[in-house]
């Protein structure tokens, strides 16, 4: 989440958006499986590297990069998109069609296994639904199946997924997403989330590739699934190895010395612009959809619902005035050098149905920062000041610039004495738990696209039960946004994407900064050696 998450090859699908957490294609010498390339040739093995941390390999409980960018080469899904395309078609599935409007019939390809030989039928499909509605963990993706009511297998090959709601536009996206890998109902428990070692050493795995050697964010290693058929076709590289740094200037050190082919997430914007001017590397780059913003938790936040100064009208102050004071130009100038730009809306640039609503109805009304007017909404609410605040926010999976860019965040609100700022830094996997349970008032998220649809920017935020878990409620936007994905004429759906946009700006409950301007991608590193595209599209960054 964080991704936002995010799905990696949708988001590269995205050809207008802008992201930047850049991939860098380096030489490494070795032959063997701890080493890099092998010199050029086809099926050679790679080396990534990456800071990205693992929080569960079992879909049910984790919803971050680090987690999907595995998830995606192990598990198969019943929808897919092929490398460099936006449009999801089956993948393990032979054919996908809605038979009524409200039910989605799924045929599956016959004789699928998985690595341990167990069958993958109808019946692993609705396990593994039924299971991540069930166990609905709240650092999991079950927000995202909010419309499914039933999931059905009359025969070993076919799966019927009854919706709540008709005519969903996004069901399919849905089927290619985070809430979807197929998993093994014979080595996953059915009703809470399976340890990584029973998973690897019950060889659950259907995807294109299988793991043969893990220790938790230190080493991955792969090789291909034989007995994968999906849509991404045969695995290219005889082996990938994914090597975990607990820093980025390790990563830098790796990919500079030439100890790994591939470094991904997170290197500053500092170490990237060194990096390029180093000559054996390379820079690739690519499209995608990435967004950084706060979170504000309803709650605990100034004036929040279990404060005991609880008001709902000092609360929105407190937000609003926030989002007069931030100057997004500077941070991604002064922070990012220019990887990153300013966003004023929830939704992406370049995505179909994005507006920017936060550009005029904040600071100078021009994208700019406004003292006068933060000092206005406050005095308007009644709001005492100096408020102190107290933001959270994460270096390890948000990348080592996170330190700068929240230094400025403070800087920025407590100009003028209105707010005091408590800034605070905590290890991802403790953070991935703290932020869901009201420990933190408000804090940083960044999110990677699901699927490509406005709607991946908005139902996971802005619904009642939402992946955020930050109490946000608002009856009106819930419902537009149910509308708006059954909605099947694109210009009043486009009209109902863009009100959601309005009225969530008014409310809140996420500030969004920055949108990354560029995503890498990885064709080949500089010996040749081909890339293999699963990796190239879920190694990008994009998700948690």
């Known amino acids: 989440m964080s991704f936002h998450s995010t799905r990696g090859r949708l988001g590269l699908a995205i050809g207008a958006l802008g992201a930047t957490a850049l991939v860098l294609a380096g030489c490494a ?49 019943l929808m897919n998109s092929k490398y460099g395309t936006a449009e999801v078609t089956p993948d393990i599935a032979e054919s996908a069609e809605f038979t009524s409007p409200t039910e989605y019939t799924v045929k599956l390809k016959k004789g699928l296994k998985f690595a341990n030989g167990d069958p993958l039928t109808s019946a692993s499909v609705k396990f593994s639904f039924d299971r991540m509605v069930k166990i609905n963990d709240p650092n999991g993706p079950a927000s995202l199946l909010g419309n499914l009511d039933s999931t059905a297998a009359p025969d070993a090959t076919t799966v019927v997924f009854t919706l709540k709601n008709g005519n969903d536009q996004i069901w399919p996206l849905i089927l290619s997403s985070p809430a979807a890998p197929i998993v093994d109902e014979k080595v996953f428990s059915a009703d809470k989330v399976t340890d990584d070692d029973a998973i690897v050493k019950g060889k659950a795995f259907a995807g294109q590739y299988e793991i043969t050697d893990y220790k938790k964010n230190q080493l991955i290693s792969y090789k291909p699934y034989a007995g994968y058929q999906g849509e991404l076709g045969k695995a290219a590289n005889s082996q990938v190895n994914v090597k975990y740094f607990a820093d980025a200037s390790n990563l830098k050190l790796a990919i500079g010395n030439g100890d790994i082919d591939v470094a991904f997430r997170s290197l500053s914007a500092t170490d990237t612009e060194d990096l390029g001017k180093n000559k054996k590397v390379k820079l690739v780059e690519g499209p995608g959809g990435e967004i950084r913003y706060i979170v504000f938790n309803f709650n605990t936040q100034p004036f929040g619902a279990t404060t005991p100064e609880a008001d709902p009208a000092k609360a929105q102050a407190v937000r609003q005035a926030a989002a007069d004071l931030v100057d997004r130009e500077a941070i991604a100038k002064d922070v990012y050098k220019g990887t990153y730009s300013p966003l004023y809306s929830f939704v992406a640039d370049g995505m179909a149905g994005a507006t920017q609503p936060l550009k005029s109805m904040y600071g100078d009304g021009n994208g700019g920062p406004s003292l006068d007017k933060a000092k206005k909404v406050l005095a308007d609410a009644g709001v005492t000041t100096p408020v102190t605040l107290s933001l959270q926010y994460n270096g390890d999976h948000y990348g080592p610039s996170s330190g700068d860019e929240y ?6 609100l407590e100009q003028g004495g209105l707010f005091t700022v408590n800034l605070q830094s905590t290890e991802w996997t403790q953070y991935s738990k703290d932020r869901t349970a009201d420990v933190y008032p408000a804090y940083q998220l960044g999110w990677f696209p699901d699927y490509s649809d406005a709607d991946n920017y908005l139902s996971p935020f802005f619904l009642t039960k939402n992946f955020l878990g930050n109490h946000y409620d608002n009856t009106a936007v819930n419902d537009l946004i149910v509308k708006s994905q059954t909605e099947t004429d694109k210009d009043k759906r486009m009209a109902d994407l863009a009100q959601v946009q309005d009225m969530v700006a008014k409310d809140l409950s996420t500030l969004p900064l920055l949108q990354g301007k560029q995503v890498a991608v990885v064709g080949k590193d500089v010996n040749g050696t081909t890339l293999d595209a699963s990796f190239k599209f879920r190694y990008a960054p994009l998700t948690k």
């Open 29 to 77: 010498t070795s032959s063997t499986g701890g080493g890099g390339s092998t010199g050029g040739s086809s099926g050679s093995t790679i080396t990534v590297g990456t800071t990205d941390k693992i929080t569960f390999l079992d879909p049910a409980g984790s919803y971050d990069n680090g987690s999907f960018a595995v998830m995606n080469q192990i598990y198969p899904f």
């Open 407 to 412: 230094a400025a965040v403070k800087a920025q």
